[in-house]
Nanobody, 127 residues
Framework: QIQLVESGGGLVQTGGSLRLSCAAS????????MGWFRQAPGKEREFVAT????????SYADSVKGRFTISRDNAKNTVYLQMNSLKPDDTAVYYC????????????????????WGQGTQVTVSS
């Protein structure tokens, strides 16, 4: 089964930027739809962004639209989350997730849609 490893988290000031990466262990990565979710202390996990297997379809939570960009490089088996104009409310553990899509151009926004999860990376935005 595919495995996912996130990186790129850290501490940044309000208004700053970070780019998260999620590397997959297998070349079958191209067959997976990918998503980013986050969970802040004391809060439920929430959807952030998703991307289809081809990268041609993306969708974002309203709270990050216009500030975050999800992308993927299928040659590198990696999905990215570029985060700009960060706010303290963006502080959370960020998780990438994968779901076997086999060519389907569907945007999956529910955590229950995904079957494989990374270990998470902490993002802290200071005010």
């Amino acid at each position: 089964q595919i495995q996912l490893v996130e990186s790129g988290g850290g501490l940044v000031q309000t208004g700053g930027s970070l780019r998260l990466s999620c590397a997959a262990s297998e070349r079958t990565f191209i067959n997976y739809a990918m998503g980013w979710f986050r969970q802040a202390p004391g809060k439920e996990r929430e959807f952030v962004a998703t991307i289809t297997w081809s990268g041609k379809g993306t969708s974002y939570a309203d709270s990050v639209k216009g500030r975050f960009t999800i992308s993927r490089d299928n040659a590198k088996n990696t999905v990215y989350l570029q985060m700009n104009s960060l706010k303290p409310d963006d502080t959370a553990v960020y998780y990438c997730a994968a779901r076997w899509a086999l060519g389907l151009a569907i945007l999956y926004k529910q955590g229950s849609d995904y079957t494989v999860w990374g270990q998470g990376t902490q993002v802290t935005v200071s005010s």
